[in-house]
């Protein structure tokens, strides 16, 4: 069955402009902004929004990566992948806002291991949640801060989000 593309690379950095002016607004001015992306794709958008953020406010972001693989609930179930390396700004995480970064927010499983992850380094002053896609579907309750589109889907739907870093090309797309 071949996908059906809801985003192209237009719709995805208007989306990602947006969420960053609504992640400088709800910030208020207030303290160190850390964006942490949930590899793989994650990463790549936490780095593509605190490019944007720099822009309209030129150093108030810190990058960096934030693997969740062994703080997951269902490692005996679907299968393993590799680690890929957390990287926490020099500065740390604690007094900061950090800003879970992942392409789609689904059942809440992944966000939910993000933050026993988080807690190993360190204690943000606030912990928000921007997506790329929100599918729906909660498991836990846990919802995105910012939401770049909201893609109503079935369970039996795969969403897929390809982001010129890791796929050499820009798109969401679903498909059953």
């Known amino acids: 069955m071949s996908a059906r593309p809801v985003l192209h690379s237009d719709d995805i950095a208007r989306a990602l402009r947006r969420i960053a002016h609504e992640i400088l607004e709800a910030r208020r001015g207030d303290g160190r902004l ?18 944007i953020v720099d822009e309209i406010e030129p150093g108030v972001a810190e990058i960096g990566s934030l693997d969740v693989t062994m703080h997951r609930d269902d490692l005996g179930r679907s299968a393993t992948r590799a680690p890929a390396p957390t990287r926490i700004p020099a500065a740390g995480i604690d007094g900061s806002t950090v800003v879970l970064v992942d392409d789609v927010l689904y059942s809440g499983r992944t966000v939910r291991a993000a933050l026993d992850a988080l807690a190993d380094h360190g204690r943000p002053r606030a912990v928000r949640l921007a997506v790329l896609v929100d599918r729906g579907h909660r498991e836990l309750p846990i919802r995105a801060d910012f939401v770049g589109k909201n893609l109503p889907s079935s369970t039996s739907e795969r969403v897929f989000v390809r982001l010129s870093e890791v796929d050499g090309v820009d798109e969401v797309a679903i498909s059953q």
């Open 34 to 51: 850390v964006f942490l992306g949930i590899p793989t794709r994650g990463t790549a958008l936490a780095e593509r929004l605190g490019r």
